[in-house]
């Protein structure tokens, strides 16, 4: 899956509304980043590496294994393999948009 489709499928899954009243960015290194801004309605998707309440660093091919329900979120943070930088409440709410 690319940055373009994984954008595309939570523009779908946002909607108008996260639910996170907060703006939270996956940043995937180099394959780039996908943000996620619900400070303001409709919600904003999109893949500008902008400063955000809460940053979520993970491989794309670690992400797409948690999105798809292969790996725990939880047991991915613990092995390092998720790292979380600023407000952690708002990746514990992340599971609304992972779906």
Do not use: H, W, Y
């Not at 940043?27 to 902008?50: M, T």
């Not at 409440?89 to 599971?95: I, K, M, P």
Request: aromatic share 4%; charged share 25%; hydrophobic share 40%.
């Amino acid at each position: 899956m690319s940055l373009a489709e994984i954008t595309e499928t939570m523009r779908g899954r946002v909607g108008a509304d996260a639910g996170l009243g907060k703006s939270v960015k996956f940043d995937f290194g180099d394959e780039g980043v996908v943000r996620i801004d619900d400070k303001s309605s409709p919600a904003v998707v999109d893949n500008q590496d902008l400063p955000v309440d809460c940053t979520v660093k993970v491989s794309m091919s670690d992400f797409l294994d948690i999105a798809e329900g292969k790996t725990n979120p939880q047991m991915a943070f613990m092995m390092g393999k998720l790292k979380v930088e600023g407000d952690m409440s708002v990746a514990l709410q992340l599971g609304k948009v992972l779906g």
